[in-house]
Nanobody, 123 residues
Framework: QVQLVESGGGLVQPGGSLRLSCAAS????????IGWFRQAPGKEREGVSC????????YYADSVKGRFTISRDNAKNTVYLQMNSLKPEDTAVYYC????????????????WGQGTQVTVSS
C-alpha cells in the first residue's frame, strides 16, 4: 500500500522551530520529487517547498525563504522540512506529496498525498 505519513507538527511559540517528517511506505522516494504544502483555515492550499528526485534542487515559496529548509534522506525513505523563526501566519495543516512530473517545482501534478499534520504558531 502506497502511503505518505507526516509527523512532527504541534504547538510552538512565535520565533520557535519545528521539524516535519514525511515518511514513505509501499514505494521508494528516490524516484519522486517531494513537495510540502499547507492549508490554513479558509484559505487555499499553497506550495511551501519542494525537492527534486535527481540533483537535490530545492524551491521555496517567498513567504518561507530563509526560514524553512527541505531535505531528503533516501536511505530512510524520508523527507524533512525544518521550520525556523515560525510566525503565526505559518499556522496550517502541512501536507507532503510525491510527484514524478518534470513540473513538480510549480507545485502541481503530485500523485500521492499524506494525511497532514497540524502546525500552530501561537503565544
Amino acid at each position: 500500500q502506497v502511503q505518505l505519513v507526516e509527523s512532527g507538527g504541534g504547538l510552538v511559540q512565535p520565533g520557535g522551530s519545528l521539524r516535519l517528517s514525511c515518511a514513505a511506505s509501499g514505494f521508494t522516494l528516490d524516484y519522486y520529487a517531494i513537495g510540502w504544502f499547507r492549508q490554513a483555515p479558509g484559505k487555499e492550499r499553497e506550495g511551501v517547498s519542494c525537492i527534486s528526485s535527481s540533483d537535490g534542487s530545492t524551491y521555496y515559496a517567498d513567504s518561507v525563504k530563509g526560514r524553512f529548509t527541505i531535505s531528503r534522506d533516501n536511505a530512510k525513505n524520508t523527507v524533512y522540512l525544518q521550520m525556523n523563526s515560525l510566525k503565526p501566519e505559518d499556522t496550517a495543516v502541512y501536507y507532503c506529496a510525491a510527484s514524478t512530473s518534470s513540473y513538480y517545482y510549480t507545485f502541481s501534478e503530485y500523485d500521492y498525498w499524506g494525511q497532514g499534520t497540524q502546525v500552530t504558531v501561537s503565544s
